[in-house]
């Protein structure tokens, strides 16, 4: 058997296989998404996860909460390498604070970009080789901030628009040492382009845009990039990619950019648009939706835009010109205390709780099935109240929902939970 290191320096991880079952979806990929047995085949397997640089202890703190008997370490900046331990059933496991997984990882050292493009383009063509269906290439790097607090994550995309961000700095920017940017993950992607070109033409055929919606029976193929000269090759094929689809992202390096909307009241409205994004359904014309803690009213200013009809509970009003649109109804009061009269299409709620009081009211909004589909926003006090996402985890997924629950790109020290109620 084949063994593969998953980074060289420091912790060594070594693995020898993978084990998992099919899986069956709607067409969306995204909901009712269910095994044939109450528990899959346990993993055994090197993963590598991609987190903002500096959330590294964190994750991994949450991994070992997934998977009590994995073993990880951090292998570079922004990279957590996890070996996991066949022992743990892991069901459909959600890790919330990983930026993207890479499942089945193996180590790639390339002192070049033709190197790095050779090295990943053999991995790719021999991976799918028996592959006649619809695949994707992500090429990205994860390294250190400029400035504290500010997310630099690199990652290259089949067209790679330059356009304005939320934030104040792209994610797209340069790291510390310069050294994973977003010209090397464009410069290796070229390389794997023109090695298929060569050997493998029908594969260019096959291959997908990236960040579109998944489609049937789609495998997706990474490079990650831990420095310039090391990183990591994986191929997931639709079955895993589906039973992982908690952790994986179709957005490459799990980077969402949101164009900038000086129109809005805040910049909070980025996280409803990328939430909507990564879990493949948005606000729609004719749709009701309840904005708890809803001022300034950056979320309301979202759906009223899309045409939704909007409940907006708060004690301070919104702003003027969305407290003047006819399609809203403000009411001044306690969000915790609102119940609506009947289901509504949307529960959004953005505001600032303990982390223990936002739960319990999601979980009561879900049990008396008051709306069909829900965005909320979890905001922690320092680093002590992360491992409160547990038994929310475990409750979403016996509850009849379908959720991704994910530290998204425009969060800070918080975590977003959307999904849609399926049962019941």
């Given amino acids: 058997m084949q063994r593969n290191a998953l980074f060289e320096g420091g912790l060594r991880l070594e693995a020898t296989g993978l084990r998992y079952e099919d899986t069956?979806?709607?067409?969306?990929?995204?909901?009712?998404?269910?095994p044939h047995a109450s528990s899959l085949k346990p993993l055994m397997s090197q993963f590598a996860f991609s987190c903002e640089p500096g959330w590294e202890d964190r994750l991994i703190g949450e991994l070992q909460r997934v998977f009590p008997r994995s073993a990880n370490a951090q292998a570079a900046e922004g990279w957590v390498?996890?070996?996991?331990?066949?022992?743990?059933p892991i069901g459909t496991p959600c890790v919330?604070?990983?930026?993207?997984?890479?499942?089945?990882?193996?180590?790639?050292?390339?002192?070049s970009i033709s190197a790095w493009g050779q090295a990943a383009g053999q991995r790719l063509i021999a991976g799918l080789e028996g592959h006649a269906g619809p695949w994707r290439l992500h090429v990205f790097g994860a390294y250190p901030s400029l400035e504290k607090g500010d997310r630099h994550l690199a990652a290259t995309r089949k067209s790679l628009p330059r356009r304005p961000v939320a934030r104040s700095q792209s994610p797209f920017s340069t790291g510390a040492d310069g050294a994973v940017g977003r010209r090397r993950c464009q410069l290796i992607r070229e390389n794997v382009d023109s090695l298929l070109r060569k050997r493998q033409r029908r594969l260019l055929r096959t291959q997908t845009v990236a960040d579109e919606p998944w489609k049937d029976g789609e495998a997706l193929v990474q490079v990650g990039l831990a420095t310039a000269a090391s990183g990591y090759f994986s191929l997931c094929e639709e079955p895993l990619r589906l039973q992982l689809r908690r952790m994986i992202s179709p957005f490459a390096g799990g980077v969402v950019e949101i164009e900038a909307d000086r129109q809005a009241p805040s910049r909070a409205f980025a996280k409803l648009v990328e939430a909507e994004l990564r879990f493949g359904q948005r606000i729609?014309?004719?749709?009701?939706?309840?904005?708890?803690?809803?001022?300034?009213?950056?979320?309301?200013?979202?759906?009223?835009?899309?045409?939704?009809?909007?409940?907006?509970?708060?004690?301070?009003?919104?702003?003027?010109?969305?407290?003047?649109?006819?399609?809203?109804?403000?009411?001044?009061?306690?969000?915790?205390?609102?119940?609506?009269?009947?289901?509504?299409?949307?529960?959004?709620c953005d505001v600032i709780a303990f982390p223990q009081r936002i739960i319990e009211l999601l979980q009561s909004w879900i049990a008396g099935r008051w709306c069909r589909r829900f965005c909320v926003t979890i905001k922690f006090r320092g680093d002590s109240e992360y491992s409160l996402l547990e038994p929310l985890k475990a409750w979403l997924a016996g509850a009849g929902t379908e959720f991704i629950l994910r530290r998204?790109?425009?969060?800070?020290?918080?975590v977003t939970v959307v999904g849609e109620v399926t049962t019941g």
């Fill in 408 to 414: 998204l790109t425009n969060n800070k020290n918080e």
């Fill in 24 to 34: 069956k979806s709607d067409a969306a990929r995204l909901r009712v998404l269910k």
């Fill in 96 to 111: 919330a604070l990983c930026a993207q997984c890479l499942p089945r990882a193996e180590s790639i050292i390339a002192e």
């Fill in 81 to 88: 390498a996890s070996q996991l331990s066949g022992d743990d």
């Fill in 284 to 348: 729609s014309a004719g749709q009701t939706c309840v904005d708890l803690g809803s001022s300034p009213g950056s979320w309301a200013y979202v759906a009223l835009k899309r045409g939704a009809r909007v409940v907006a509970i708060d004690r301070s009003p919104l702003r003027a010109d969305l407290m003047a649109n006819p399609a809203l109804t403000f009411l001044r009061g306690d969000a915790f205390a609102f119940r609506p009269p009947e289901t509504v299409d949307w529960l959004l």
